[in-house]
T-cell receptor, first 114, second 113 residues
């Protein structure tokens, strides 16, 4: 049973480009969470999605960031017109049901903006 | 304010020692307190979790102590080993389908021989 799969592991973008981060939850999991981790900081919640629905996006910046979790395929975190401050590790997690079941994290995508 | 404060920032102990990591929270609605372990280049992995109806939970060499009145909880690692060297995060959340974890800033633990 494969774990949470994130790709790419490393992504380099120049300022102004778009970044697309993908997350495939564990088999049987329909709840996906995205977190951002800056160096020497804890993880910051960004968005919580279920299949085809955004449940909580209170941690998402109002502009340039969007997320989706379509009926088929992985969840996508999209960052438009990236800036240097977007450089961080982005982690996806999944769970089978409500949050307080065990949350499984992927290995993350390290985004570097030049 | 939805905040979890974690200390110390880093910790060095000798093999066999008992590192203790502390966390404090403000939101009295929090009712789920997990600890995550993260190795370099990997995502966090759930280590152990506690709910406020108990004051202590033990799983193997890992123990959580919980003080509801002080709004504090801590992680103890018994007989620590070099393989325990990692970054540890405490977290908190409220029960419910729209909940999300609020993480502490992490403690980098190094266990020396």
């Amino acid at each position: 049973n494969a774990g949470v799969m994130q790709n790419p592991r490393h992504l380099v973008r120049r300022r102004g480009q778009e970044a697309r981060l993908r997350c495939s939850p564990m088999k049987g999991h329909s709840h996906v969470y995205w977190y951002r981790q800056l160096p020497e900081e804890g993880l910051k919640f960004m968005v919580y999605l279920q299949k085809e629905n955004i449940i909580d996006e209170s941690g998402m910046p109002k502009e340039r960031f969007s997320a989706e979790f379509p009926k088929e395929g992985p969840s996508i975190l999209r960052i438009q017109q990236v800036v240097r401050g977007d450089s961080a590790a982005y982690f996806c997690a999944s769970s089978r049901g409500q949050l307080n079941e065990k949350l499984f994290f992927g290995s993350g995508t390290q985004l570097s903006v030049l | 304010q939805q905040q979890v404060k974690q200390s110390p920032q880093s910790l060095i102990v000798q093999k066999g020692g008992i590192p203790i990591i502390n966390c404090a929270y403000e939101n009295t609605a929090f009712d789920y307190f997990p600890w995550y372990q993260q190795f370099p280049g990997k995502g966090p992995a759930l280590l152990i979790a506690i709910r406020p109806d108990v004051s202590e939970k033990k799983e193997g060499r890992f123990t959580i102590s919980f003080n509801k009145s002080a709004k504090q909880f801590s992680l103890h690692i018994m007989d620590s080993q070099p393989g325990d060297s990692a970054t540890y995060f405490c977290a908190a959340s409220t029960t419910g389908t729209a909940s999300k974890l609020t993480f502490g800033t992490g403690t980098r633990l190094q266990v020396t021989l």
